[in-house]
């Protein structure tokens, strides 16, 4: 069976400090992978998202990064971390097209002072 | 911009009525809609779902209602339970290409709470 892992679970950084969330993806190939962030009073917001190796979509300008090393990891990153990016992080997969399901990691917790 | 729309943050139902969670969106190419619930400190979990080519969906105690014209579309909880309480996450996908069908766009979400 397919599953999802990310970590840190929780994370408390200071402002301009270095950011780096994993996500691994077990049981599949080649999947889709994503990246949201849930803010307050915001709902899900797609960050980036990932069809293959290397392959990186950006959906919201911003001061994060993503890379995709493996076929199964997702690294979300930043080099200096804002306030406004605290947040709920959550990776997540699917398979082919959206015409299915989009599978959620756990989530990080991240906040900023 | 925001294309999905969950208008009602919070919602409260006693236990064993029904709950009615909304969603509209302005999107005319979207055409499969799906309903997430999530609870607190967790990843959402998908709820279901349903295609443009219908109207209704329905999976034990939950039933999707999609109207095109109105572009809106409903969850219906019957009967309600505490366990339900969540936030419930509407979301859509677009055909095609550019990326369009490999993203979910979601709603802000809104709470429910089902009392005792």
């Not at chain 1, 080099?79 to 959550?90: A, I, M, P, Q, R």
Request: glycine residues 10%; contains cysteine; proline residues 6%.
């Amino acid at each position: 069976s397919q599953t999802i892992h990310q970590w840190p679970a929780t994370l408390v950084q200071p402002v301009g400090s270095p950011l780096s969330l994993e996500c691994t993806v077990e049981g599949t190939s080649n999947p889709n992978l994503y990246w949201y962030r849930q803010a307050a009073g915001r709902g899900l917001q797609l960050l980036f998202y990932s069809v293959g190796i290397g392959q990186i979509s950006s959906e919201v300008p911003q001061n994060l990064s993503a890379s995709r090393p493996q076929d199964r990891q997702f690294i979300l990153s930043s080099k200096k971390l804002l306030l406004s990016d605290s947040g709920f992080y959550l990776c997540a997969w699917s398979v082919g097209s959206l015409q299915g399901w989009l599978f959620f990691g756990e989530g990080s917790r991240l906040t900023v002072l | 911009d925001q294309q999905v729309k969950q208008n009602s943050p919070s919602l409260s139902v006693q236990e064993g009525r029904i709950s009615i969670l909304n969603c509209d969106y302005t999107n005319s190419m979207f055409d499969y809609f799906l309903w997430y619930k999530k609870y607190p400190a967790e990843g959402p979990t998908f709820l279901i779902s349903i295609s443009s080519i219908k109207d209704k969906n329905e999976d034990g105690r939950f039933t999707v209602f999609l109207n095109k014209s109105a572009k809106h579309l409903s969850l219906h909880i019957v009967p309600s339970q505490p366990g339900d309480s969540a936030v419930y996450f509407c979301a859509a996908s677009a055909p095609g290409g550019g990326g369009s069908n490999y993203k979910l766009t979601f709603g802000k979400g809104t709470l429910l709470t089902v009392n005792p």
